[in-house]
């Protein structure tokens, strides 16, 4: 179980990865599939800096945490994660549900869960030690 977490929790990594690549290089296809769009020079750094330092933070954690089997690692990505989706919820309530809102929500939902398995997984000791 152990080698399946540490293999989920890197794939979550690399995902991580995958998104930071498209925030700091890519930003139009950002626009497209997110929804957002950045005026100017500043706003452009700051979704790199801002989104993209997001991605590249849960990318280290989770990257770190799955070669070191650390658990505070894991903490820490999960709280990344867990504020992102409470940010989400916060759209929700001022803005009101729509349907594009709930697939990231539910996504970001399950990487906390493996994120949270992983931790107590890796807590664990077998027996006789």
Not at 9 to 28: C, M, P
Request: charged share 10%.
């Amino acid at each position: 179980m152990i080698i399946i977490t540490r293999i989920l929790v890197a794939v979550i990594g690399v995902i991580a990865l995958l998104g930071v690549a498209q925030h700091w290089f890519s930003l139009d296809a950002v626009f497209a599939e997110r929804g957002l769009q950045a005026v100017g020079d500043i706003g452009r750094a700051n979704l790199r800096a801002d989104v993209g330092g997001l991605f590249l933070g849960i990318s280290c954690l989770t990257l770190f945490a799955a070669v070191r089997q650390h658990q505070g690692a894991i903490l820490a990505a999960t709280v990344l994660l867990a504020a992102t989706l409470v940010g989400r919820f916060v759209s929700v309530a001022i803005d009101g549900y729509s349907a594009p809102v709930a697939p990231p929500m539910i996504v970001e939902a399950i990487l906390i869960s493996i994120l949270l398995f992983a931790y107590r997984a890796w807590g664990k000791k077998p027996e006789g030690l």
